[in-house]
T-cell receptor
Framework: EDKVVQSPLSLVVHEGDTVTLNCSYE??????LLWYKQEKKAPTFLFML????IEKKSGRLSSILDKKELFSILNITATQTGDSAVYLC???????????FGTGTRLQVFP | DTAVSQTPKYLVTQMGNDKSIKCEQN?????MYWYKQDSKKFLKIMFS???????INETVPNRFSPKSPDKAHLNLHINSLELGDSAVYFC????????????FGQGTRLTVV
């Protein structure tokens, strides 16, 4: 069965810290890996990764994919309280154009 | 100019009732989805429609019936609601094909009492 696992489940840090969120997957017919940020409501898209070793960057957030070891990391540097959210990793699979989500990492950033 | 909109945002109902959640997208996408998010924040796909045709039906009880009157709308009807149906239901849309992200609605929090 296709599976996406995120760690840690929960993370509490102070503003200014750097965090690394992990996502590992076991799926057949991998197509891409996506990161979403979910605050109170809808998940909002952050990154899509399709190729190994190529870092995607947006401001203080960056992400990279390793298709050999089947994982991705999401880094957030100089965290701010506004980064507090659940970060969801999802894998797009070829069969049926669907996303398989991990359980998410809840990040809390305190001043 | 909301991209994916769901109504209602909150729904509280008694066991055994039938209810519907509506979803509309104005992004011109061909593919729409329903996801269920449980209390532990785990998002799981329920249905996928491409241009009004059912593509994915992920072992969801047949009390759940999606209806797509046109490609901009995908409604979810639930019969004989059970306590375990309580969750947040998200509608999403995307372009078909590979490497396209899904855009999510704001969710409908369903509470069955």
């Amino acid at each position: 069965e296709d599976k996406v696992v995120q760690s840690p489940l929960s993370l509490v840090v102070h503003e200014g810290d750097t965090v690394t969120l992990n996502c590992s997957y076991e799926v057949t017919n991998f197509r891409s890996l996506l990161w979403y940020k979910q605050e109170k409501k809808a998940p909002t898209f952050l990154f899509m990764l399709t190729s190994s070793g190529i870092e995607k960057k947006s401001g203080r957030l960056s992400s990279i994919l390793d298709k050999k070891e089947l994982f991705s990391i999401l880094n957030i540097t100089a965290t701010q309280t506004g980064d507090s959210a659940v970060y969801l990793c999802a894998v797009e699979v070829l069969s049926g154009d669907k996303l398989i989500f991990g359980t998410g990492t809840r990040l809390q950033v305190f001043p | 100019d909301t991209a994916v909109s769901q109504t209602p945002k909150y729904l509280v109902t008694q066991m055994g009732n039938d209810k519907s959640i509506k979803c509309e997208q104005n992004l011109g996408h061909d593919t729409m989805y329903w996801y269920k998010q449980d209390s532990k924040k785990f998002l799981k796909i329920m249905f996928s429609y491409n241009n009004k045709e059912l593509i994915i039906n992920e072992t969801v009880p047949n009390r759940f019936s999606p209806k797509s009157p046109d490609k901009a709308h995908l409604n979810l009807h639930i019969n004989s609601l059970e306590l375990g149906d309580s969750a947040v239901y998200f509608c999403a849309s995307s372009q078909p094909g590979p490497y396209t992200e899904a855009f999510f609605g704001q969710g409908t929090r369903l509470t069955v009492v």
